[in-house]
């Protein structure tokens, strides 16, 4: 009975075709002589058949064809206009108390080498949805910043997180890959996620919010926030790198790690763009 | 805006009409997936478009060489987790009920009862098994559906899944487990309502399984 019992335990993988060759083989040499495990499998095979013949009788109809080819049609003649995405719905308004402290502000900015180093590999990992929505909930519902000079937010943030913070390198990471894009600093404020210290810097793309969140990694450990997954991108330097990506409070978030600094990045624009972002940072 | 949008040459717009094509040789199995996890077919045709053009937008992410079709239902199984539902997968109480439980212990069926359940001689469920089956899956808390789907309806891999949900492997494999119970346990019940079966045994139940988990340690 026990064998009986640690096949069942296999069966799943086995019927899913995930099994390891000898573990399969090891399955197969108790299905010969088992008809009660045999017929679990005949079982699971039928059920899975049932759904893979439904699926077979399903085909999309043309219209969702011609609507796809259109929409692509579109984006491909002008990558400048955008179908509006459900996030742009939510209103700049909310952030429109910064955009008021941004003032005279911080436009010229030395595009200093923002350490484009070594990717660093991050993991997948599971637990603490709550570190998602605390970093998304910043950016949904911004606070004013408590400093507007990035040097200053520099000097001030930086022993405060036990990272450096660079909010200059940022804004001119934010405009790579284009130009003529427009990138403002709007000021910085120290969050605590997890209780533990982020700088929080808020930027201004072409009209939209961004916010990215510096800090030490090994105190906001973002490897274990739940709900993100993880994708290897490639930055327009060419450089390969592993991002993990969430979403709540309805904006996108990407995170990684880099020479033991921990980033987040969140905005009002589609996921893609955020990890666009990222990747470049 | 476009101002993340990678640089784009002239030369790129065949390349990218090429990749919409092959992107466009999965519609159905896009479709198929959608028509599952929003169960509606105006949301599916939203869901499908949505996350097709993502998929041409980020065509340079596209690993030439893997999986394509994978590719796509990872970003639609996302659009459809991030856009299509608040608040992302949450975990269902069925999930948190069964936490700490033996999975087998409950909805047993014995083998007599499972070839009753299948067409003579054949891995195929009774037609009437088949409708139900169908109700069955629509009615799965999302996370167990979209494992499920991906599984059984497209055959990827638990690795590919657990990249389009962003979770461990062993999460997949649990969630396809679970997701079998639930569904066993929907066929068993309607094929007893049917007349196809008779209640299984219990002592014949009790013999195999339904021992407590304690006293099973003990016996092993
Ligand atoms: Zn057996």
Redesign the pocket.
Known sequence: MS??RS??RALPPYVDGELEASDTLHVDG??DG?L???ERVAFSRSMKNALRTERKHTVAPDSLRARIQRSAERTRASEQVRRPSWQSAIPWAAAAAIAIGIGGGTHAFGSHDSGKGGGDSVNAAAAHSVMLDEFAGYHARPLPPEELDPVRVNSIFSPIVGVPVHPKNFAAALMEGQPTSMSKFGGGRLMRVHSEPAATLFYDVDGQRVTVFVFDPQRIRIRSACCLSSQVVRSTHGENKTILVGRAKGYPLAAFERDGIGYAVSADMSEKDVIGIASNL | MGIFAFRSKPKQSDAAKEFEDNVLTHLDSMYAVARRLTRDPSTAEDLVHDATLKALKARHQFEPGTNLKAWLLRILTNTFINSYRRGGLERSTVENAQDGTDPVSDGWISAASMRAMREPEEEALRPVLREELSRAVDELPDEFRVAIVLCDVEELSYKEIADAMGTPIGTVMSRIHRARKILQDRLRTHAIEAGIIEPDATDEAHENNVVPLAARRIAR
């Open positions: 064998n009986c096949t069942q108790h299905l088992c009660s495990c045999s």
